[in-house]
């Protein structure tokens, strides 16, 4: 079983930034990924940005340019650093870690919340 923390989240002003952190514990195998979902009031969830053990990286269009995925393998500690943040971002925001060896299981944080608002 795998446990995820997430913190960082909040409220920013357009344009503003924040730091998303997920630190994962139990059980955890490589090769693996973790990343970022998020889900807006009457939307589904999507894809924001991910990250493997290895270090290859993959980011939805909407936000390339603007967030920055990174890890710390030694911490099993996935990072989002979001800048130029706009009301579209704001969103329930939701780590997640899947196994290479297992992919069709996927555990999730418990979700924090971004709200982007003047």
């Known amino acids: 079983q795998v446990r995820l923390v997430e913190s960082g989240g909040g409220l920013v002003q357009p344009g503003g930034s924040l730091r998303l952190s997920c630190a994962a514990s139990g059980i955890i195998f490589s090769p693996n990924t973790m990343g970022w979902y998020r889900q807006a009031p009457g939307k589904e969830r999507e894809l924001v940005a991910a990250v493997t053990s290895g270090g290859s990286t993959n980011y939805a269009d909407s936000v390339k340019g603007r967030f920055t995925i990174s890890r710390d393998n030694a911490k099993n500690t996935v990072y989002l650093q979001m800048n130029s943040l706009k009301l579209e971002d704001t969103a329930v925001y939701y780590c997640?870690?899947?196994?290479?060896?297992?992919?069709?299981?996927?555990?999730w944080g418990q979700g924090t919340q971004v709200t982007v608002s003047s």
């Open positions: 997640y870690f899947r196994s290479f060896l297992n992919p069709d299981l996927t555990h």
